[in-house]
């Protein structure tokens, strides 16, 4: 935090530097625009040295360092905006993807007027939280319908666990809500052998899992939500979709009963 605000005062620092001396070398120019008329100011004469401008922009700065912060603030607003018009675009042009692609898992209501996506990694100990959130919601708003997208970016071990996930959610949907409460909420790592483990106990076939987690279109899918989470500028976990905005971090159940209310309402 220090840093970004170190670097975000430095850059107005620089910014207001290269205003002073833009204004400074514009001069002649505005000398020479006016050179037709037979008087000329003394302030188009004048030359303001790099020390005089340095020493006018640190004077300034240091009597009134709440310049920074609120140039900083300005900027992160303004930042935060083009992101979430960013969003709305990609949104809008991935809909289905988002919402609706055949591997994701649903809880909730499947034909919920309202539909909430979390990215998510079974290693993730803010998902394995989280868990409690998601488990919440569904059972207070019978009108929400939650999607599981896998994302697994915590190493080998997230991405072998989510290719069974998908494997045994292609088998049987219906009780994939089972097998990610298990997964995610269980104690431990999440390996391939502990999500096999579970998708057996849930009455998978072991050579019918394991002949499903070949299937080419589970790394299809993988791909797509990579490069959709980079579009949507989600780099960890979890992070929501929630209507027309992106909600990064696991900002907990009121948060997000706020975001779905305010989905609702734009409906």
Do not use: W
């Not at 083009?82 to 209501?109: T, Y």
């Not at 697994?152 to 997230?158: A, E, N, Q, R």
């Not at 409460?181 to 391939?192: C, D």
Request: contains cysteine; proline residues 4%; glycine residues 8%.
């Amino acid at each position: 935090m220090k840093k970004a605000l170190l670097l975000g005062t430095t850059g107005v620092a620089v910014a207001l530097a290269m205003l002073a001396f833009g204004f400074v070398a514009g001069s002649p120019q505005i000398a020479k625009a006016g050179a037709a008329q037979p008087v000329q100011t003394a302030a188009a004469d004048t030359k303001i040295d790099r020390t005089e401008v340095e020493g006018i922009i640190r004077d300034y700065l240091l009597k009134n360092p709440e310049v920074l912060l609120e140039v900083q603030d300005a900027l992160e607003a303004k930042q935060k905006e083009e992101q979430r018009i960013a969003h709305l675009g990609v949104i809008k042009n991935a809909k289905d993807q988002i919402f609706n692609s055949a591997f994701d898992g649903v809880v909730g209501n499947p034909n919920g007027k309202v539909t909430i996506v979390e990215f998510y990694d079974y290693n993730c100990g803010f998902c394995k939280r989280a868990i409690d959130d998601m488990q919440a919601l569904t059972k207070s708003d019978p009108d929400l319908r939650f999607v599981l997208k896998e994302f697994p970016i915590l190493g080998p071990d997230s991405q072998k666990a989510s290719v069974v996930s998908m494997a045994f959610h292609l088998m049987m949907p219906e009780k994939y809500g089972e097998f990610h409460n298990a997964l995610l909420g269980g104690q431990g790592r999440a390996t391939e052998a502990s999500a096999i483990k579970i998708a057996l106990s849930l009455g998978a076939d072991e050579a019918t899992l394991r002949e499903k987690m070949k299937d080419p279109s589970i790394t299809e899918a993988f791909s797509k939500t990579f490069d959709l989470a980079n579009k949507l500028a989600i780099t960890g976990t979890p992070s929501y979709v929630v209507g027309n905005e992106v909600v990064f971090g696991a900002l907990g159940q009121e948060v997000l009963a706020e975001k779905i209310e305010a989905a609702k309402a734009a409906l």
